[in-house]
């Protein structure tokens, strides 16, 4: 069976121990490589847990409704709205969602996607329904751009959620970004597509996906098109959730019925993050507009969290500047964790 460019190395760390009466203790831990994503993370041998759930008063006071620029009283007169060519309206609208550009962007196409009137939705609330507008819209405005302007061939749509997560207001919101050229870990993934494709002929993604169903060992369910994995090396501490939509190769071949079955199990993950004290998390969802067979569209998600009980940050200088991530989180236990949460959304 083929790895994948998948590899991992076990280590021992020894030390002695002064809660044993300095009697000398071993750690083990593993070294995961995974070279179609360039990600290298150190599975550490303890399995951290938040102990509580963090308290929220802190955050949604200082980010009360009255001055939130993304609830309904203030929507209109704060926000950016788009130049005519792009949006006659002004602003994208779908059910209770609105799309407009982001006044502090990131790239030239940088749109804000406010998911609901709700100020504050806890992690536990986002049913698929409440997202469904959302990311709706978010292909609305990926068709109307792509139309205006052919060049821009990749797209992502995005999400932090809270401020742990570097989400800088409270209510829930998405970012999309569109572009000429993929992001730097988009790219990574289309290189390490392309280079498979002229080894073997054949589609790395579609291969990747049977061999890990074939495995077991990190396949957690699927929802319609969407497989839903264990990354083998997360890109978070607290582990990560990975996703790719079955045979789409181009967003714009994701249809509503698609995108449903896809927040029936992205609720599914919220739900586990909400059963395990997390209150906030990153992702991401990549893909290519038109059809290119070497981007599977593809996303992941990780929690995010401060270490109690300092208040210390889940990223230190293993992951800021040596481009590795400490996880206490088995990639394995987690898919058996986790698998519970879908049973409600499978046949």
């Not at 008063?57 to 788009?82: H, V």
């Not at 989400?167 to 998405?174: A, E, T, V």
């Not at 990560?240 to 896809?262: I, N, P, W």
């Amino acid at each position: 069976m083929k790895d994948f460019g998948l590899s991992k190395e076990t280590s021992v760390g020894t030390y002695l121990d002064p809660m044993s009466g300095f009697h000398e203790k071993a750690s083990v831990f593993e070294i995961r490589r995974d070279e179609i994503s360039g990600v290298t993370s150190r599975i550490l041998p303890y399995r951290f847990k938040m102990p509580q759930k963090p308290d929220l008063s802190g955050y949604l006071e200082k980010s009360p409704p009255a001055i939130c620029p993304f609830c309904p009283e203030l929507i209109d007169p704060l926000t950016p709205r788009f130049t005519a060519d792009i949006c006659p309206e002004g602003r994208f609208r779908r059910g209770r969602a609105t799309l407009f550009p982001n006044a502090f962007p990131y790239d030239r196409y940088n749109a804000v996607i406010t998911l609901s009137d709700e100020h504050f939705v806890g992690l536990d609330a986002f049913r698929p329904e409440l997202m469904h507008d959302g990311f709706r819209l978010a292909w609305d405005y990926f068709e109307r751009m792509a139309r205006i302007e052919p060049s821009l061939r990749f797209a992502s749509l995005n999400w932090n959620y809270m401020p742990p997560a570097g989400g800088g207001l409270i209510h829930p919101h998405l970012q999309t970004i569109m572009g000429e050229k993929p992001t730097r870990f988009a790219a990574r993934l289309l290189g390490s597509a392309g280079a498979y494709r002229e080894r073997t002929g054949r589609n790395l993604w579609t291969d990747f996906l049977a061999r890990e169903k074939d495995l077991g060992e990190r396949h957690i369910a699927r929802t319609g098109p969407v497989t839903w994995l264990a990354s083998f090396a997360p890109k978070g501490m607290g582990g990560e959730v990975v996703f790719y939509f079955g045979e789409r190769t181009a967003l714009r071949q994701v249809s509503a019925a698609d995108l449903s079955r896809f927040l029936d199990g992205l609720a599914c993950v919220l739900g586990y993050l909400h059963a395990n004290n997390f209150i906030s998390f990153n992702l991401a969802l990549y893909g290519a507009w038109e059809e290119n067979r070497d981007l599977m569209v593809q996303g992941r998600i990780s929690p995010r969290f401060s270490i109690p009980p300092l208040g210390t940050s889940d990223i230190n200088y293993i992951e800021k500047y040596h481009d590795e991530v400490i996880c206490p989180v088995v990639p394995e236990d987690l898919c058996r964790e986790i698998l519970p949460f879908f049973a409600a959304v499978l046949p």
